[in-house]
């Protein structure tokens, strides 16, 4: 009979960046896998760490997500309440105002579109991106307005987003490159308010 030696549980000796291993397992597999098949046990066996260093790092799996792929401190659950604190016939209009702000940050625009032009040419890379904006942010938004068929329709918001980034961040369609975010909100909200709430 082998006898296999434990593995020691925390910290790897003589490693100093946890979280740098954490956050590079991540993006390997997220950019393998998609979002969805992604555990945060599998990430821990990746880095080989201690599943629980993650959690200390991390707030949850897509804090992970947003700061080890899209390298941002994008907090899907407050995206969420922003979106549906209000008027709910103005939800379409918020989401949409919510993504676009999201793409102000920093660097955000720069890493969206970059994932964007990736995705055009290797399928598996627009997998964790549109994975992410459905299951933690959207899916969630229809479910709350009483949904049941909440992934189709986060999905068809996923469509308008990508679409609306395709356009006017990488063909630079030139009236939606000058149109300003109000302007661009009203109007695709109203198709975001057909895909997220209104019955069919």
Same mark, same amino acid.
């Given at each position: ?15 100093? =960046? ?16 998609? /979002? !969805?098949?992604?555990?945060? #046990?599998?990430? &821990?066996? &990746?880095?080989?760490? =201690?599943? &629980?260093?993650?959690?200390? /790092?991390?707030?949850?799996?897509? =804090? ?39 793409? !102000? ?11 964007? #032009? ?8 627009? #997998?964790?991106?549109? !994975? ?11 479910? &709350? ?26 063909? !630079? ?12 909100? #009203? ?14």
């Amino acid at each position: 009979m082998t006898i296999q030696a434990h593995r020691p549980r925390g910290r790897r000796p003589g490693r100093t =960046d946890t979280r740098g291993a954490i956050q590079s397992a991540a993006l390997t597999l997220f950019s393998e896998m998609g /979002y !969805e098949k992604v555990s945060l #046990r599998a990430v &821990a066996r &990746a880095a080989e760490v =201690d599943p &629980a260093l993650i959690h200390h /790092y991390f707030d949850n799996k897509a =804090d992970l997500f947003a700061r080890s792929v899209l390298d941002l401190p994008l907090d899907a659950e407050a995206i969420v309440r922003q979106i549906l604190e209000g008027p709910t016939e103005g939800i379409g209009e918020r989401t949409v105002m919510v993504f676009l702000q999201a793409w !102000e940050v920093p660097g955000a625009g720069e890493r969206f579109t970059a994932m964007m #032009r990736a995705a055009i040419t290797d399928p598996g890379a627009r #997998r964790p991106l549109s !994975e992410f904006m459905s299951r933690e942010v959207l899916v969630k938004v229809a479910e &709350a307005v009483g949904n049941g068929n909440a992934k189709l329709r986060a999905q068809l918001g996923v469509s308008l987003l990508l679409g609306l980034t395709l356009s006017r961040d990488i063909l !630079e369609l030139p009236a939606l490159v000058k149109a300003r975010n109000p302007a661009l909100a #009203r109007s695709l909200g109203r198709a975001m308010q057909a895909h997220l709430v209104d019955p069919w």
